[in-house]
């Protein structure tokens, strides 16, 4: 249970103005969906294109929650040894030598062979028993007692099969291991999972999460969100960066800017005490929101025509 963050978790509108406090924008989407999932105990799958937050909300969640943030990133090839458990072979190794040695004392008055073997499976169960057991993430987060935020990034990245593994964890907050068998949630844990689309993911992993899809911001919030993380920029150079970057939006990139991208050309922008856009300016720090040279080198030559339409907008 959760009742320890009632408080914070009394309605979406305090969880909206508290995370604003702590830097993290977010619209009356989020703030719902972060609600319903501390209130349901349910997890949350965030979907949406890579730089518009998704695991920065995990991180806020978690410090807004004064709760742990265990994170498991994803990758082709995950299995349960890399997220779930690892046996400690070195240790396990160490105690076969020294049981070696102390083979003699333990077999000292056993009468006939059953009892010999039995008293070697007596030892042999301390092998898989926690002393030797090295959590990973996932059972990290279900240990915990005082609860945790898990965020399982990028699930997209992962396999199928992994994907089925969750499935248990994600319906009832437990998991099996087949040498000790189930392990439930001390104190549930708030799970979020982020995907970017790669691919598409299973129904019976989707059935089991709120989903909330958080896509670009359109200019009004964007800009609400360059204020509170870069406050010290003038307004009119914020609103001409945040239309800037709307009108990169539009156009046919392999990548187009995200939101943590406007927020870095923001930051560099006063850091060069640019009052104004212009051509010369957005030239040489393009960098900054374009990441593929094909990119760059097709929005170069429109850069004239994107601040005429910026100007416009602003005025």
């Not at 609860?147 to 699930?155: C, Q, S, Y």
């Amino acid at each position: 249970m959760i009742i320890k963050h009632s408080d914070k978790i009394a309605s979406p509108k305090i969880i909206k103005d508290n995370f604003k406090k702590l830097g993290y924008v977010c619209s009356d989407d989020i703030a719902m969906s972060v609600y319903l999932a501390c209130q349901l105990q349910k997890p949350i799958l965030i979907e949406g294109p890579p730089g518009v937050g998704k695991t920065e909300l995990a991180k806020k969640t978690s410090e807004y929650l004064n709760s742990e943030l265990i994170r498991m990133q994803c990758y082709e090839g995950l299995d349960e040894a890399k997220a779930l458990y690892e046996w400690k072979y070195g240790k396990q190794l160490l105690y076969t030598q020294l049981l070696k040695d102390q083979l003699g004392d333990v077999m000292r008055g056993a009468k006939g062979l059953d009892e010999s073997v039995g008293r070697l499976h007596q030892f042999g169960d301390i092998f898989y028993s926690d002393e030797f057991l090295e959590p990973r993430p996932l059972l990290q987060a279900l240990r915990k007692e005082d609860g945790a935020v898990l965020l399982i990034d990028e699930i997209d990245k992962a396999d199928q099969e992994f994907e089925a593994f969750l499935l248990e964890l994600l319906s009832d907050y437990q998991v099996s291991i087949p040498e000790i068998g189930t392990v439930k949630a001390v104190t549930k844990p708030i799970v979020i999972l982020t995907s970017n689309n790669t691919r598409e993911l299973g129904d019976a992993l989707k059935r089991r999460c709120l989903h909330l899809y958080i896509p670009f911001p359109d200019p009004k919030l964007e800009q609400e969100i360059i204020s509170v993380q870069v406050p010290e920029m003038d307004n009119q150079l914020r609103d001409q960066l945040v239309n800037f970057v709307s009108e990169l939006r539009n156009l046919p990139l392999k990548k187009v800017p995200a939101v943590s991208e406007s927020i870095d050309w923001a930051r560099a922008l006063l850091l060069l005490n640019v009052n104004e856009l212009d051509h010369g300016w957005v030239k040489n720090t393009l960098n900054l929101l374009l990441k593929f040279q094909d990119d760059i080198e097709a929005v170069e030559p429109e850069i004239h025509n994107l601040l005429k339409n910026v100007k416009k907008a602003v005025k």
